[in-house]
């Protein structure tokens, strides 16, 4: 199994940017995937998260609005959109994917047993 992370870079405030998860090794319909974020200091955080079946998702409430997360099923690809982005977005995120057996909210408040791609930063400065 094998998640890859791209689209990362700096930015700044209000500028967009997106990410991309190609996920391999796995049945995707049967997972939820997920975009989390740390920062220095800080806990890691769920973003936003989707079952890749049935489009269950989930959005952290400071990213409502301004995030999308989508997929892409002739790629096998997942992204997040982040719009407007705010010096506060800056962290490293991380793509995961988690078998599909609570919401997409859980997965992204708590997951369990996640696989998890590398990371890529983001960084947005004011």
């Known amino acids: 199994v094998q998640l890859v992370e791209s689209g990362g870079g700096l930015v700044q405030s209000g500028g967009s940017l997106r990410l991309s998860c190609a996920p391999s090794?796995?049945?995707?319909?049967?997972?939820?995937i997920g975009w989390f974020r740390q920062a220095p200091g800080k806990e890691r955080e769920g973003v936003s998260c989707t079952a890749y079946k049935d489009g269950d998702t989930f959005y952290l409430n400071s990213v409502k609005g301004r995030f999308h997360i989508a997929k892409d099923r002739t790629k096998n690809t997942i992204y997040l959109q982040m719009n407007d982005l705010k010096p506060e977005d800056t962290a490293i995120y991380y793509c995961?994917?988690?078998?599909?057996?609570?919401?997409?909210?859980?997965?992204?408040?708590?997951?369990?047993?996640?696989?998890w791609g590398q990371g890529t930063q983001v960084t947005v400065s004011s």
């Open positions: 090794g796995l049945n995707l319909d049967a997972y939820v």
């Open positions: 995961a994917a988690e078998g599909y057996i609570g919401t997409a909210e859980h997965m992204c408040r708590r997951p369990l047993s996640a696989y």
